[in-house]
């Protein structure tokens, strides 16, 4: 079974960073993505950036140019670096690794337990 784990969350003042990180049982680029999803109090959960295999990575247009994603292969860790932070960031972020079966196409989807970060002056 696939573990993912995430940690790095914290309590931060607006204009703050932290740094996520997303650690995988099993080598990463066997998935399509790893993505960073988050979600407020009474909110939906929402995809904030994600990492292809293939290198390609996209974001959510609330923090882009404020938050980086990036990995470490050999490590098996995907990082959230997370700069000029706002209250609005305040959420539970959570690490899902997930990856198309070739049998039938069905997508395995593994979620971490998430990382509480709170943003507050």
């Known amino acids: 079974q696939v573990q993912v784990v995430e940690s790095g969350g914290g309590s931060v003042q607006p204009g703050g960073s932290l740094r996520l990180s997303c650690t995988v049982s099993?080598?990463?680029?066997?998935?399509?993505?790893i993505d960073w999803h988050r979600q407020a109090p009474g909110q939906q959960r929402e995809l904030v950036a994600g990492?292809?295999?293939?290198?390609?990575?996209r974001y959510a247009d609330a923090v882009k140019g404020r938050f980086t994603i990036s990995r470490d292969n050999g490590a098996n860790t995907v990082y959230l670096q997370m700069d000029n932070l706002k209250p609005e960031d305040t959420a539970v972020y959570y690490c899902?690794?997930?990856?198309?079966?070739?049998?039938?196409?069905?997508?395995?989807?593994?979620w971490g337990q998430g990382t509480q970060v709170t943003v507050s002056s």
């Open positions: 899902n690794a997930w990856k198309v079966r070739a049998s039938d196409y069905d997508i395995d989807d593994y």
């Open positions: 099993g080598n990463i680029l066997s998935f399509n993505a």
């Open positions: 990492i292809g295999k293939n290198g390609i990575i």
